[in-house]
């Protein structure tokens, strides 16, 4: 079966700090992976989706970056980190075709003082 | 460009009472349509979902939602809601791989 893993699960930066949030999905190979923020009242923002290793598509301008170095690992990344980044980060995978549910991670809560 | 919009930030139903949740969304394709649940301190958990076969989809917990092209709509309902229903709900549109969710229903069940 497949399972999908984040780390850490909570993480207190200060501001102007790098980060570096992992995921990784377990039991498929080639899938879509997602990055979402969760901020408290305002949904699942998609920030980023990779259909490949090295294939990322930004939704939203930010200060943010990913990468996706091998075929099930995705990592989220700041080089300097805004108060405004705080929010509940959540990874997610597919298969790779369409009209297939997605999968998500537990989680990582960022609070950036 | 597709959007999701969920008109109720807030839902209260009584124990034992329908539940009406509902979505619009907005697409130049096709879409396919998910309803998410997520419950305090728990992750997401896929409800159902719409991908072009019959219109009436059911889904877990008693939960069904129904696709109406003519109203861009997928309306999420339950014919009696039961405490543990209570959550958060989410909408989403999923367009060539790319999942958009709408901004969320809080039900809130009395007792």
């Known amino acids: 079966s497949q399972t999908i893993h984040q780390w850490p699960a909570t993480l207190v930066q200060p501001v102007g700090s790098p980060l570096s949030l992992e995921c990784t999905v377990e039991g498929t190979s080639n899938p879509n992976l997602y990055w979402y923020r969760q901020a408290a009242g305002r949904g699942l923002q998609l920030l980023f989706y990779?259909?490949?290793?090295?294939?990322i598509s930004s939704e939203v301008p930010q200060n943010l970056s990913a990468s996706r170095p091998q075929d099930r690992q995705f990592i989220l990344s700041s080089k300097k980190l805004l108060l405004s980044d705080s929010g509940f980060y959540l990874c997610a995978w597919s298969p790779d075709y369409t009209q297939e549910t997605q999968y998500f991670g537990p989680g990582t809560r960022l609070l950036v003082l | 460009a597709q959007s999701v919009t969920q008109l109720d930030s807030h839902v209260s139903v009584s124990e034992g009472t329908p539940v009406l949740l509902r979505c619009n969304y907005s697409s130049s394709y096709s879409p396919s349509l998910f309803w998410y649940v997520q419950h305090p301190n728990k992750g997401l958990q896929l409800l159902l979902k719409y991908t072009s076969a019959a219109t009436l989809v059911k889904g877990i917990n008693g939960f069904e939602a129904e696709f109406k092209k003519s109203e861009t709509s997928f309306h999420l309902t339950k014919p009696s809601a039961h405490m543990s229903d209570a959550a958060e709900y989410y909408c989403v549109v999923e367009i060539f791989n790319k999942f958009y969710f709408g901004s969320g229903t809080k039900l809130n069940v009395k007792p």
């Open positions: 990779s259909v490949g290793i090295g294939q």
